[in-house]
Every structure is written in structure tokens, then in C-alpha cells.
């Protein structure tokens, strides 16, 4: 039988990143009826911070729903491989090829463990309870320190063989611009991301005001009060976003476009140039008239996402409406 006022079979959920480890029991109607949280220890060696993994897990255990635990699912920053249980995440250095998927199971009493990307994982989310509920086909896109996305088609969310499907900050919409840390050269990441928003803002001559640091919060915040190039840098990152967009829905015929992280949050200042340009890149018919709309779930959605993911790919519960 399952703990009280639990829906269903009950999932725990990592949602692992550079600055936290969090994780949650989540059941089958998406509610979060425990919490864990630590801090990644970033610059630590991989047993360290497999440490601190262990601990989310040890509380997730102590509380009164874990014997209704079915399975663990993991959303963790890239590069994963799904395919042979490890990640690699740019800033975990310490994990390379770590084998997490074998030590969670482990520390969770044998569970079986379902690990995607976090791109994967909010679009997961994002699909079962937030802003891509009821469409079939969509693209949910994570802007902030770094470009991350997913894609759900024919209802189904699409992990991709190693979890990474849908990676859409890396595909190149400037053939011969800037060299991006992955190794090519114009990548949407490179452009649209929260630090590359200032970055090119600070290039172009913009300051931040006195005491401010400067980030893509501090763009905006000048961006609202009119300042020419901090406009021109969301209009440029919003561009990039558009044609990545544009080019997804040519693929495979998208109907939404969700976006979230800490970008997003300046709202119409990306927002309104990123349908503008859509509507310039995205001619074919039955690649225009994508919805772009603002994802839902906020900082939540990486759990509930590694919850929906673990859930389809062992048909727990359903994940769509």
C-alpha cells in the first residue's frame, strides 16, 4: 500500500546541478511530498560531491512516503549518457564519465534509476504539469548561464539514446561567429545565454550601474529604462533563439516553443523581438505560427521533470493529460 495522501507510485527525484543538489519524493499527480537539498561541491573530487548526493538520498529515505519509492530519476547538467549510466556535467569537474547511475541505485536499496539531461528533464516537466500540458509536439528551451532544451514529440517526450535529444544551445545560427566552449562556432549559447547577453552588452561600451555586476539581470534592468545596447543585446540574444526555433520547427513540426530559466524572466524584453524574429525565420506553413510562450514550473521543474522522465520510460504513471 502507499503512504497516505500519496497519488500512485511515488518517484524520487535529483535534479543535480553546478550550485545545488536537490531532490524530492514526487507522486503521480506531480506533487513534491518530501524535500532534500545541498550544495554541489563543485571544485571537489567526484566522491565528494557523490558525498553530498548521498546525503539527499539518506533524507529522501528517512521520510515517511520512501517506502512507496518505485524508482529513482535524475535530471543532471551535461553532458549525460544515458546509455552507459554516467555524466560528465561542464562545471562538476570533478565528474567525468562518473558512473551515477550504479551509485544512486545503490544508495537508494536497489531501485532502478532513469538519468536524462536537464534540458530533457524541465521539458518533462514542462509537458506533464506546465506551459507544453496538452500540446503533442514542443520544444521547452532552458536560457540562462547556459542553453539547454527538449523536445516532446507525438505526445511522447524524446530522451534521445544518451538523454541529450533536443540539445538545441549547441546548434550553430552563426556560421562564422564566436567560438564557443563546446569546440564550434556560433552557437546559440554562445549568443542568447545570461553571461554571453553581457558579455556582448559590455563589448558594445554598456556599464552596469555603480555597485551592479554585470549580468543579464542588470542588462535588462537597463533595457527597461531604455539604454540603446542593452536593448540591442536582448534583441540579438532573442534572434538567435528565433532561428534555433525556426529550425526545430522545420525539422519536425513543432506547435510550442516553452521557455524558461533565469533569461526568460526578463519577459517582454525577450519575449516580444523573439516573436518578432520567429515570424521572419519560421515562412514555410507548416513551420509558421509556433506559440512562444513562458515555461511554468520554475525552479521545480528539474525535479518534477526527473520524476515525469523516470515515469515514462518505465510506464509508472501517465505523464501526459
Known sequence: MHPDSATG?????????????????????GRLLARALRPTPGSADGERVMAAVDEVLAELRAAPHWPGAVAVGIGSAGPVDAAQGTVSPVNVPGWRDFPLVPRVSA??????????????????????????????????MVVSTGVGGGLVLGGALLPGPTGNAGHIGHISVDLDGDPCPCGSRGCVERIASGPNIARRAVEEGWLPPAGAQPTAAAVAASARQGDPVALASFDRAAQALAAAIAATATLVEIHVAVIGGGVSAAGPLLFDPLRVHLSRYATLSFAAGVDVVPAKLGTDAGL?????????????????A
Open 9 to 29: 507510485p511515488i518517484v524520487a527525484a535529483l535534479d543535480i546541478g553546478g550550485t545545488k543538489i536537490a531532490g524530492a519524493l514526487i507522486d503521480a499527480e
Open 107 to 140: 544508495a537508494a536499496g536497489g531501485l532502478p534509476v532513469v538519468l536524462t539531461g536537464d534540458g530533457v528533464a524541465m521539458t518533462a516537466a514542462e509537458h506533464w504539469q506546465g506551459a507544453a500540458r496538452g500540446y503533442d509536439n514542443a520544444l521547452c
Open 304 to 320: 518534477v521533470g526527473a520524476a515525469a522522465a523516470a515515469a515514462q520510460a518505465l510506464q509508472l504513471f501517465p505523464t501526459t
